[in-house]
């Protein structure tokens, strides 16, 4: 139990350091991430929005948070696959990084 809250900890201290340098929309939509997967492997765009939509006041567009969404992938904190046939035409499966799952 100790060695879990080490991790989880250690991860989000991580996952913090390398947004330090991003908009607070970066950090929301972090934290959006980890609420829509929560103890699922995977999740899709559209509930990483909707979670992103109640935690800030004033959300960017969805394509603002697509590109935000693209930053989280190369600074190497989630990882997406695209599949085509989503409600507009295509959506992310979402998963975490090796390396940031918990």
């Known amino acids: 139990e100790v060695v879990q809250q080490t991790k989880e900890i250690s991860m989000e201290n ?12 970066h950090e929301a ?9 929560g103890d699922k492997e ?17 959300p960017l567009t969805s394509r603002q948070l697509s590109t935000y969404l693209k930053h989280l992938e190369k600074l190497g904190l989630i990882e997406s696959e695209y599949k ?5 035409g295509k959506t992310r499966i979402i998963t975490w990084n090796e390396r940031c799952r918990l």
Not at 17 to 25: A, G, N
Not at 29 to 37: E, F, P, R
Not at 84 to 88: R, S
């Open 42 to 58: 995977s999740t899709v765009t559209g509930k990483v929005l909707d979670k992103y939509k109640e935690e800030v006041e004033e």
């Open 29 to 37: 939509l972090y934290h959006s991430v980890k609420q829509a997967l």
């Open 14 to 25: 991580y996952a913090l350091q390398k947004l330090e340098d991003f908009s607070s929309h």
């Open 84 to 88: 085509y046939g989503g409600e507009l």
